[in-house]
């Protein structure tokens, strides 16, 4: 049976149908019967009986049963709640990850837990198991490096610049060294040009310290990632945003949208922007704005007017990528 909390206005079980509940549940968990017992766990949880057995078995019953993304997510619920149990919690996620060879969340949850735990079992067990794991970091990332280069060999033949983007933005909390022959070819070949612009500021940030070659927009340029600006930091970008700036007090989503173009242009041509007239971007890029917020009097200057094209032309260039 079932009674109203005055509290809280949930339901809540009586004694003797969580009893029966709990029975019924860890009797299919018993007899591996996961996806029977998992419903039971959840309804008993849902009625706000959160006994560490429960939760833990329901993660059990998830893991058992293929669901791991969600036996993680429930799991790193657990541990931002900071309860009696937390450690019991920490101790799980971190078997759960190792056994699904997640290595490297292995190291990097213990390291930060390890900082703070003074429990002395579960300080050993913690340090034990990051043991383990360290040696299986290194063919964890081996192991990454080579899908992550054949998929994007991949992407590359096939010519999917979606499949590219994707791919080597999905590098920016790593190490690209190992990647750096495939980005100096994408660099002097015909590659989406917003493509050659993410691998750029991945060198930039990774500090790599060499003369590349750059092929973009029938160009050709030399650089060394490490020193050459970083494109909101370029001499054009500042100038032009400096012009703009009035704007930013007087309209807001005038400058706002004005600032998009300009990022969005600078970002796609980089870093062939030596040779912009700053005075002249900011015409166009203001004219452009003009347009949006439909004021036909603008005059415009015949060399504006070939910068807006410019501008549109690069805007398509930009959005073009999403549209694949």
């Not at 996620?93 to 213990?110: C, I, P, R, S, W």
Request: charged letters at 25%; a negative charge; glycine letters at 2%.
């Amino acid at each position: 049976m079932k009674r109203k909390n005055q509290d809280s206005g949930k339901l809540v079980l009586f004694p003797k149908e969580q009893t029966r509940l709990e029975k019924e549940a860890f009797d299919y968990f018993k007899s591996h019967q996961y996806k029977r017992a998992l419903p039971v766990f959840e309804e008993l949880i849902d009625y706000g009986i959160h006994d560490v057995d429960i939760m833990v078995a329901k993660v059990t019953c998830l893991a058992e049963l293929g669901d791991l993304k969600e036996a993680e997510r429930f799991l790193e619920e657990l541990i931002d709640q900071h309860t009696d149990d937390y450690l019991t919690y920490i101790h799980i996620y971190a078997t759960l990850l190792f056994q699904f060879h997640k290595h490297k969340k292995v190291k990097e949850l213990l390291e930060t837990v390890l900082v703070d735990v003074t429990d002395a079992t579960y300080r050993h067990q913690f340090e034990n198991l990051l043991e383990i794991n360290e040696p299986l970091v290194d063919e964890e990332v081996s192991s990454e490096i080579n899908v992550t280069k054949r998929e994007l060999n991949d992407a590359i033949n096939h010519h999917n610049t979606l499949a590219q983007w994707h791919l080597i933005n999905h590098l920016q909390q790593s190490d690209i060294t190992p990647y750096l022959e495939i980005f100096k070819t994408l660099l002097t070949s015909e590659t989406h040009p917003v493509v050659q612009s993410v691998i750029i500021s991945l060198m930039q940030a990774n500090r790599i310290d060499e003369v590349v070659a750059i092929h973009k927009f029938n160009q050709e340029m030399m650089l060394n990632p490490k020193i050459y600006p970083y494109f909101t930091d370029h001499p054009i970008y500042k100038a032009v945003q400096t012009m703009l700036h009035d704007l930013e007090e007087n309209n807001p989503s005038f400058y706002r949208l004005a600032m998009q173009i300009l990022e969005r242009y600078i970002y796609v041509r980089y870093p062939f922007i030596e040779d912009e007239d700053a005075g002249l971007l900011k015409e166009a890029i203001v004219s452009i704005v003009n347009q949006a917020f439909h004021d036909p009097k603008h005059a415009v200057s015949k060399e504006a007017e070939d910068k807006m094209i410019q501008l549109m032309e690069t805007e398509q260039l930009y959005f073009s990528l999403l549209e694949e």
